[in-house]
């Protein structure tokens, strides 16, 4: 079996860097590069990163087609909270001249299923990823594929697990003492599926800060199993992790192991 590459930095910001250096290398390498793309706190110095280098080194993404993980259901592009508008605040609104093509599923789709099945021929029909990049779940969803007796292959509408509504959305979960009904804003997404991220050639995971130390164990470490959807990465042979010390299982000091090690 083929271990994934890992690499623990000195804490956020540097696991940020490390990232894009390897996003801003595969797209050197091929300016045509079909990215998958996360959001969420971990990346925001992935995308600072990824800004500075397009400024300072001439990094060009006008060839690039991104596909972003995921989207809430019902929610408009618009919409602060939206997934949308955090790859334009973060990254997408820093590219000069903006590249042509940054899709994500569409929140407001009328028919959720159509829009689900477009998007994942949509990623069909660029070839597939060259390289996808991960963020991690406490509960080690990736995308929001979420814990489950079964997965879904392909692109589909996922209800987000309790716990990931009320972390992502602490005030609104404060006024629902229980779990969200479907029609509960930003309670259901449209997500890649495991196989639409498995597929993608090669795989990145970033996960920093100590509460994901477990999550970062069981998912390189842990049995496979849908219980734990970031564990089926184990079944992907071209994975590299970047963690910084507090996230490394073990505990490894920071600055430790700048140099990709075995992930055990
Ligand atoms: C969110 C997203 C994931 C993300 C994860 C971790 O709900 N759907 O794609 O990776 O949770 O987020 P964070 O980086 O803020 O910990």
New binding site residues.
């Given amino acids: 079996m083929k271990r994934a590459r890992v690499y623990v930095e000195a804490g956020p910001e540097a696991a940020g860097r490390r990232a894009a250096s390897l996003v801003d290398a595969a797209v050197r390498a091929n300016p045509e590069s079909v990215l998958i793309l996360?959001?969420?706190?971990?990346?925001i110095p992935l995308y600072a990163e990824l800004v500075r280098l397009h400024r300072e080194t001439g990094t060009s993404w006008a060839g690039v087609t991104t596909f972003n993980?995921?989207e809430y259901a019902g929610v408009s592009p618009e919409d602060e909270q939206s997934y949308a508008r955090f790859m334009a605040r973060h990254f997408f609104d820093a590219l000069d001249p903006p590249p042509a093509r940054r899709l994500l599923p569409d929140g407001l789709a009328t028919d959720l299923l159509a829009e689900t099945l477009r998007y994942e021929a949509a990623l069909d029909a660029a070839g597939g990823a060259d390289v996808a990049v991960?963020?991690?779940?406490l509960n080690g969803?990736?995308?929001?594929n979420e814990p489950a007796p079964g997965l879904t292959a392909g692109t589909h509408v996922a209800a987000l697990a309790l716990d990931?509504w009320r972390r992502?959305f602490p005030e609104l979960a404060a006024t629902h003492p229980g779990p969200p009904d479907a029609h509960a804003p930003f309670s259901r997404?449209i997500t890649l599926g495991v196989a639409s991220i498995l597929q993608a050639r090669r795989i990145v995971l970033v996960a920093t800060g100590a509460s994901?130390r477990d999550a970062v164990h069981a998912a390189l470490h842990g049995p496979i199993t849908t219980a734990f959807p970031a564990s089926l990465l184990q079944l992907h042979r071209d994975v590299t992790v970047i963690l910084d010390g507090a996230a490394a299982p073990g505990g490894a000091l920071a600055g430790d192991a700048t140099d990709p090690g075995s992930a055990g």
């Fill in positions: 996360p959001t969420g706190a971990t990346p993980l995921d991960l963020g991690l779940g969803h990736i995308g929001f990931t992502n997404a994901k």
